[in-house]
């Protein structure tokens, strides 16, 4: 899925930015575009998710069946992942869908947890939302897929959760009066964005943040060191999805730079979209999980060039990006330890 | 007529009126660095005063000297979670923190616990008990704990490169003094016996090592404070990187704020445990403290902003602040800030008391405890407001340095973007 280096600098072929600010407004509808989308593809393959989590358990359909929804529907939310602001921020989402990293075995104990409840309740999204966020989301239902604990009645009530999560998510961003609109409505009134400017900010931040959490934490941490790698820190690494996801995310950043931010990029951004589809292509070419490559002495020499490859990009953002954009990333949950 | 002027009123009018100050932007600076050297002495101070409780206690175990080294410990966190304002924005201290207030922590590393309660599947080290091993091996070497010294700990901490195995600092003493909180979400702390410090009638084994481990862990951490001390003072490194460009510094300062509150409080410490509900999840769960600690965090921002910082001996230091250099920058940032630290640290306030009261932290973020977990969830998003005033706060004051270090946008602003 590399889209032709033709197109990208045909999309992005721009005269040079002068000295004029970007027009925000315009640049937040385009955004705003590609982040509905987003929304929309978690909220439908969730939807999905909690149907066959159902058909699964009334014998109607193999596991194998569910668990490639179930990976779809990872994929899905992967890209939601870096805008950890807004309605993802005040849902807590980010823990409660994808909780991780997991330095404790808080998965594991809270499923666990949740199975000493009444099976009555379990296929009830209510009671789920009620349990802790490390045994509400997708690492919980993959480490009941892995586990010889009973995946049935559990999975629906975990699945139709995730469904009221993704039709929620959606509606808070998108439906009258959501998020969209508010940014919208930004000036000195507004609680949020005192100016067009800052919502360009929130999203140049958002990138930021996404490829800061690939460096720090999807990477480095099953990096390890050379005499200590962690492969059972590499994310989703029971279901063996590590790598997709960071290539969703990159496709998906991309697509945010590209048909989002779009020409207010500057004369840089065609650059920046050809290395993030360098590094998709590196991808591409692993032929082992993340767990896996890490482990090995040139797996991981190819995973460390991965890395200072994404490092890059990421130090392009605050030299090329951001000026272009007239902003400054901001703080970011990425900012504690 | 002419008014009777007290000499009452005008200490109170001075002491109040911080915006009196002229905007000197190296003055500010010096002022910040002068507050984390007092932060930190203080710190040391009452370590040092924590290491008199914990010889008394080794001397003579019994409730009373336990409980003298409880409340000394407790002490001591007052000034040292003001210091963590410092943290993020200086690079010296961010590399520096981990060894004094690294959490949380798999706790079975250092000493018993109770069933499987200390496993963590991610850490094979985290029933590792050094307390009653001797010896034990690490990735095929055998590690000699057979004197337990500083150096050990400092050789332990982070064993095998994994976060959770603290060995020094605030929390694994902590761990010593009070023991596992075995209560879940009900009320009550660690209930550690001071006979676990009693060699002649010894509770939970090894009684000697474990004297052995509260002592080198404590002088170790005024090692650290000392170090810390030295950073700030007049020749230090910390010092002298956020005093060296002006512009930076503020930046640096206003970083450190900005960190603290958004991604590591109202993240790490915070929201994460009231979404996993669970008390390992709060941040001094072993003396059932976190409400303090979760206070004098906010109230160390409030003091970095402010420009004044209350000492343990009631002295207070104080001078030109950031928020003189916003107000002149810009009155209506300024003021919504100020507004949003204080709503901050009320509500911050409201948790301590509430704790106070009776209905400890990790009660709280019990799963059904509505009006606890709304009273966390309100601080928190008073800390995420915040940043969204301290990130206008920072590109105030970087634009205005790039201005003021000779740019041609002095009469464009947007040019500083090209």
Aim: proline share 5%; aromatic share 8%.
């Amino acid at each position: 899925m590399i889209r032709p280096f033709a197109l990208v600098i045909a999309t992005l072929t721009a005269p040079p930015v002068l000295a004029q600010e970007p027009d925000h407004a315009a640049l937040r509808e385009r955004a705003l575009i590609v982040l509905e989308t987003q929304f929309a593809a978690f909220r439908d393959t969730s939807a999905d998710l909690a149907s066959r989590a159902e058909r699964h358990c009334s014998k109607g359909i193999p596991k194998d069946v569910f668990a490639d929804q179930f990976r779809a529907t990872w994929l899905a939310w992967a890209p939601l992942d870096a805008y950890q602001f807004g309605p993802i921020e005040q849902c807590g989402a980010v823990l409660s869908i994808g909780f991780w990293p997991d330095k404790k075995g808080y998965v594991g104990r809270g499923v666990k947890n949740l199975l000493t409840l009444p099976a009555e309740t379990l296929s009830d999204p209510a009671t789920i939302a009620q349990a802790s966020a490390a045994a509400q989301g997708l690492p919980a239902i993959e480490y009941l897929l892995d586990s010889d604990l009973p995946v049935c009645p559990a999975v629906i009530g975990l699945s139709a959760n995730l469904r009221v999560m993704g039709q929620m998510l959606y509606d808070d961003w998108f439906a009258p009066d959501g998020w969209a609109d508010l940014a919208r409505a930004a000036g000195p009134a507004n609680p949020i964005y005192l100016s067009e400017a800052e919502f360009t900010k929130a999203l140049f931040t958002a990138v930021d943040f996404g490829l800061t959490r690939m460096i720090d934490l999807r990477l480095g941490r099953p990096l390890g060191t050379f005499d200590r790698p962690m492969p059972r820190r590499a994310e989703a690494h029971r279901s063996g999805l590590s790598l997709d996801i960071l290539d969703t995310q990159l496709a998906e950043l991309s697509r945010l730079i590209q048909d989002g931010l779009g020409d207010a990029t500057g004369p840089k951004g065609p650059e920046i979209l050809a290395e993030f589809d360098a590094e998709r292509a590196k991808i591409d070419r692993f032929d082992a999980p993340l767990d896996q490559l890490v482990s090995d002495p040139i797996g991981r020499f190819r995973v460390e060039g991965l890395l200072s490859d994404i490092q890059v990009i990421h130090s392009r953002l605050a030299t090329d990006l951001g000026p272009a954009l007239g902003v400054k990333s901001g703080f970011s949950a990425a900012d504690g330890d | 007529m002419q008014f009777y002027k007290s000499l009452c009123l005008t200490a109170l009018l001075a002491t109040t009126a911080s915006a009196a100050y002229a905007v000197d932007r190296d003055a500010i600076l010096d002022n910040y660095a002068n507050i984390a050297l007092a932060g930190y002495q203080d710190s040391l101070t009452l370590v040092q005063k924590l290491k008199t409780a914990v010889e008394a206690l080794a001397a003579d175990p019994s409730d009373a000297t336990l409980q003298a080294a409880k409340e000394a410990w407790l002490s001591s966190r007052v000034p040292y979670q003001q210091t963590e304002a410092f943290r993020f924005g200086n690079p010296t201290v961010d590399e520096w923190e981990g060894k004094v207030n690294a959490w949380p922590l798999d706790e079975g590393l250092i000493d018993y616990t109770e069933g499987d309660t200390g496993l963590n599947e991610e850490n094979p080290f985290s029933t590792a008990n050094v307390i009653a091993n001797a010896s034990f091996d690490v990735a095929g070497q055998t590690v000699d704990a057979s004197e337990i010294t500083p150096a050990l700990l400092e050789s332990l901490h982070e064993l095998d490169g994994i976060e959770a195995n603290v060995a020094t600092g605030y929390h694994a003493i902590e761990f010593l003094l009070w023991g596992q909180d075995l209560n879940g979400t009900n009320h009550g702390a660690g209930e550690r016996p001071a006979t676990d410090f009693d060699t002649a009638n010894c509770t939970g084994e090894n009684c000697d090592r474990r004297v052995q481990y509260l002592v080198a862990a404590t002088d170790l951490l005024i090692t650290d404070l000392e170090d810390a001390v030295a950073n700030w003072s007049a020749e230090g490194q910390g010092r002298a990187d956020v005093t060296a460009d002006t512009t930076q510094g503020l930046v640096m300062a206003f970083t450190g704020m900005g960190s603290l509150s958004y991604g590591e409080q109202a993240g790490e410490r915070m929201k994460l445990g009231l979404m996993l509900h669970d008390p390992e999840e709060e941040h001094d769960c072993f003396s059932d403290n976190t409400h303090n600690s979760h206070y004098y965090d906010g109230l160390g921002v409030h003091n970095v902003y402010t420009g004044s910082y209350v000492r343990v001996d009631g002295s207070v230091v104080s001078g030109p602040s950031l928020h003189d250099l916003i107000t002149d920058l810009d009155p209506s940032v300024a003021s919504a800030l100020m507004n949003d630290l204080n709503t901050s640290v009320i509500a911050l306030g409201n948790i301590r008391d509430v704790a106070e009261s009776g209905m400890s932290y990790d009660q709280m973020i019990a799963v059904d405890n509505e009006a606890g977990n709304a009273l966390v969830q309100t601080a928190i998003d008073g800390l995420v407001a915040q940043t969204r005033n301290i990130e206008r706060a920072v590109a105030l004051v970087g634009l205005d340095g790039v201005t003021i270090e000779g740019s041609d946008s002095l009469d464009n602003p947007n040019a500083v973007f090209q």
